[in-house]
Nanobody, 121 residues
Framework: QVQLVEFGGGLVQPGGSLRLSCVAS????????MVWYRQAPGKQRDLVAG???????NYADSVKGRFTISRDNAKNTVYLQMNSLKPEDTAVYFC???????????????WGQGTQVTVSS
């Protein structure tokens, strides 16, 4: 049983910053990719940024240059630093991670419950 819990959402003015955290807990061997997604009302869930275990990153074009994803493998935590926030960044932000539970098993994907980010004046 594993759990992903997101922290750090809230209300921020346009141009402001927020830092999201997602902590993984439970029994697992390792974590492969950790990814942030977001879903605005009435829209599909879209990838925001991802990071591999060795630190390789990828970003959606809409957030390049404004958002930075990082992780601390010792703390089983992934972060999303969001700067220069825009109203269109308003969404529920979800954390996703691929867990390895044994050497013999394939990685399995788990999701957090999400944290609301609202960018508004």
């Amino acid at each position: 049983q594993v759990q992903l819990v997101e922290f750090g959402g809230g209300l921020v003015q346009p141009g402001g910053s927020l830092r999201l955290s997602c902590v993984a807990s439970g029994r697992f061997l390792s974590i492969f990719d950790m990814v942030w997604y977001r879903q605005a009302p009435g829209k599909q869930r879209d990838l925001v940024a991802g990071i591999s275990h060795d630190g390789s990153t990828n970003y959606a074009d809409s957030v390049k240059g404004r958002f930075t994803i990082s992780r601390d493998n010792a703390k089983n935590t992934v972060y999303l630093q969001m700067n220069s926030l825009k109203p269109e960044d308003t969404a529920v932000y979800f954390c996703m991670a691929d867990f390895k539970f044994s050497l013999q098993s394939d990685a399995r994907t788990h999701w957090g419950q999400g944290t609301q980010v609202t960018v508004s004046s």
